[in-house]
Structure formats: structure tokens, C-alpha cells
T-cell receptor, first 109, second 116 residues
Framework: GQNIDQPTEMTATEGAIVQINCTYQ??????LFWYQQHAGEAPTFLSY??LDGLEEKGRFSSFLSRSKGYSYLLLKELQMKDSASYLC??????????WGAGTKLIIKP | DGGITQSPKYLFRKEGQNVTLSCEQN?????MYWYRQDPGQGLRLIYY???????QKGDIAEGYSVSREKKESFPLTVTSAQKNPTAFYLC???????????????FGPGTRLTVL
């Protein structure tokens, strides 16, 4: 079967760094997406990885290891507005996104 | 401005009534999707359409129906057969749902349906 595993909730301090991990098992693999979702709103795109390694985009970076079925999202210089859920979504062999339940990130001052 | 619109944002219905949620996009995307999101759970795929006049069931299609008569529109009907319809419904679109690698999905603002 297909499975996504992320921590349910994490807490971090404003200005700090946090790493959100995601492990996945899918039928085939065509890349992995990370989305951000604020409470009551739609998900918005953060990053896409299809090859192993780190992709950096401003304060956010995403890492992928296909052999380990593992990805992480790294958020630096945390701001209060980063309080949100972060959704890991690998794409399977049919190019369908398989969604994890998401990690709720709480930022404290 | 290009984007996806869903209306209404909040919808209340009595149990036993069918209700249709609208989704319109002006991004010229071929593929459109309907998801359901419940508290503490990931997005679950209800139906998707890769091209006009064609659509496929997702993981939880029972009690729902869709149509794709126009490229821009993909309405979802929640029928009285859906046992637990109260949820947050999200519509999304992507350039190409049939493959080709990078296929970012763009989301509408969502409709929160409450069945009383």
C-alpha cells in the first residue's frame, strides 16, 4: 500500500531552525512536493524534488533521498507567520499526489 | 488574474439534500481534482479529470458525482448517499494530469460544507 509518515505536531521558537521529516512508500515515484497550509485555507506550493539532494529556496530548503524513501523540509529564521501545517506529497507512478496528514508547526515568540 | 475560484466559502445544508459545489479555473489547465479534508487528516481524492468530458474516481468517490463539460469548470455534487458529508472541500488544477513529471497542483480557497 501507499503510506506517508510525518510528525503530527512540532513546536519551535521564532528565529530558530526546524526540520520536518517525511518518510513515504508509494507505488512508483515521480517526485515529491511540499505544501504549506494555514488553518482554514488552501495549501500553497513550497517545493518540488525529483532528484536526490537539497533544493534551496530562500528560508526554505527541501531534501530528498529516493533510496531511503525520505524527505525533509528545513525552515530557517522562523517567523510567526510560518505557523501552519506542512504537507508532504509524493507523486506515484500514475502521477497522482499521495498526501500525508501534515505536520502542524507552532512557532512561539 | 489567473486562478481557481470556489463558491461559496461556507455552505449549510439539511441532511438528505443534494448540494453542488462549484469550481472554476482560468489557468487553461487540463487536469482538475476534488479533495476532501477532515480535521487531522490528509487530503483524500474524490474525483479527478484529465481532460474535458472524462473523469475518474479517486479513493473516496462513493456518494459524490462530478461533470466536466467545459475545460474551466469541474462541479462536485455531494449526494444524500454520502454518509458523512460535513468536511472542507478543495478543488485543484494542474497543467497536465497525465504525466510528464513536474505537475504542481494549484488550489482554490475551498468550501466548508456543514450538513445539519
Amino acid at each position: 500500500g501507499q503510506n506517508i509518515d510525518q510528525p503530527t505536531e512540532m513546536t519551535a521558537t521564532e528565529g530558530a531552525i526546524v526540520q520536518i521529516n517525511c518518510t513515504y512508500q508509494t507505488s512508483g515515484f515521480n517526485g515529491l512536493f511540499w505544501y504549506q497550509q494555514h488553518a482554514g485555507e488552501a495549501p500553497t506550493f513550497l517545493s518540488y524534488n525529483v532528484l536526490d539532494g537539497l533544493e534551496e529556496k530562500g528560508r526554505f530548503s527541501s531534501f530528498l533521498s529516493r533510496s531511503k524513501g525520505y524527505s525533509y523540509l528545513l525552515l530557517k529564521e522562523l517567523q510567526m507567520k510560518d505557523s501552519a501545517s506542512y504537507l508532504c506529497a509524493p507523486m506515484d507512478s500514475n502521477y497522482q499526489l499521495i498526501w500525508g496528514a501534515g505536520t502542524k508547526l507552532i512557532i512561539k515568540p | 488574474d489567473g486562478g481557481i475560484t470556489q463558491s461559496p466559502k461556507y455552505l449549510f445544508r439539511k441532511e438528505g439534500q443534494n448540494v453542488t459545489l462549484s469550481c472554476e479555473q482560468n489557468l487553461n489547465h487540463d487536469a482538475m481534482y476534488w479533495y476532501r479534508q477532515d480535521p487531522g487528516q490528509g487530503l483524500r481524492l474524490i474525483y479527478y479529470s484529465q481532460i474535458v468530458n472524462d473523469f475518474q474516481k479517486g479513493d473516496i468517490a462513493e456518494g459524490y458525482s462530478v461533470s466536466r463539460e467545459k475545460k474551466e469548470s469541474f462541479p462536485l455534487t455531494v449526494t444524500s448517499a454520502q454518509k458523512n458529508p460535513t468536511a472542507f472541500y478543495l478543488c485543484a488544477s494542474s497543467i497536465d494530469g497525465a504525466g510528464g513529471g513536474y505537475n504542481e497542483q494549484f488550489f482554490g480557497p475551498g468550501t466548508r460544507l456543514t450538513v445539519l
